[in-house]
């Protein structure tokens, strides 16, 4: 996974990876999306973990990702008080709808969120319990 102590807030990326590559390809915008919310959480291009949000954007990461950040979220939402739980899971899955967003609609029209977004989404929501 070439995921080390270094890396960990790399985990915090990988809903935003996980939405972007949900329909089995990546455009300019959820890639833009997905940087700017790197940015957004405090990642910087100089920092180890956005290498690998590039790398993960560029090529798509096995599901195993997903299953480490789901059981490293089922292990710390646990620990974390309600207000910090809720203040994590919506900040995550406020970043992940802003990807799966990014190229959704025409026009500002229709549905901005896929099918295979939303249920990404979904499962992201629920690693929270």
């Known amino acids: 996974m070439n995921i080390s102590a270094n ?9 935003l990876v996980t939405v972007a590559w949900a329909d089995g390809e ?23 973990s956005y290498p ?5 954007l560029r090529n798509r990461p096995s599901a195993e990702l997903l299953s480490t950040w789901q059981a490293y979220i089922g292990a710390l939402a646990p620990t974390l008080n309600a207000e910090a739980r809720n203040s994590l899971k919506n900040s995550l899955l406020a970043r992940a709808r802003q990807v799966a967003e990014a190229t959704g609609g025409f026009l500002g ?14 499962d992201l929501e629920q690693a929270f319990g």
């Open 7 to 15: 890396t960990i807030a790399a985990l915090s990326l990988v809903p």
């Open 26 to 48: 990546i455009d300019d915008k959820e890639r833009a999306a997905a940087l700017a919310g790197a940015t957004e959480a405090g990642i910087r291009q100089q920092d180890v």
């Open 52 to 56: 690998l949000l590039e790398q993960w």
């Open 109 to 122: 029209l229709g549905r901005k969120v896929s099918d295979a977004e939303a249920n990404v989404l979904r």
